[in-house]
Nanobody, 120 residues
Framework: QVQLAESGGGLVQPGGSLRLSCAAT??????????MGWYRQAPGKQRELVAT???????NYADSVKGRFTISRDNAKNTVDLQMNSLKPEDTAVYYC????????????WGQGTQVTVSD
């Protein structure tokens, strides 16, 4: 059973940085994912894509985070990270890790989420 666990959220001032990490189990599982990514959901809003990275290393970012956020994966550690710089109050949300596995069907896995709050 695939499980995703996020860490690294917290409270940061505008202009600051945070690094989120998503650890997948079982070990080695991220090698089988077609893509992994980060989504976020702010209060009263729908969940939205932040960034994704494919098994081949191709990345995709929401326009609102381009140039500020960087997604990366470490196959040896079985993790996918999101480096967030120049954070803004509008980045405040619960951030979720996602993994897509394509076999006979398409499977979407989600973590429990980690809170990011950008405020003075």
């Amino acid at each position: 059973q695939v499980q995703l666990a996020e860490s690294g959220g917290g409270l940061v001032q505008p202009g600051g940085s945070l690094r989120l990490s998503c650890a997948a189990t079982p070990s080695g599982s991220i090698l089988g994912f077609r893509s992994m990514g980060w989504y976020r959901q702010a209060p009263g809003k729908q969940r939205e894509l932040v960034a994704t990275i494919t098994s081949g290393g191709s990345t995709n970012y929401a326009d609102s985070v381009k140039g500020r956020f960087t997604i990366s994966r470490d196959n040896a550690k079985n993790t996918v990270d999101l480096q967030m710089n120049s954070l803004k109050p509008e980045d405040t949300a619960v951030y979720y890790c996602n993994a897509v596995l394509i076999a006979l069907f398409t499977y979407n896995y989600w973590g429990q989420g980690t809170q990011v709050t950008v405020s003075d």
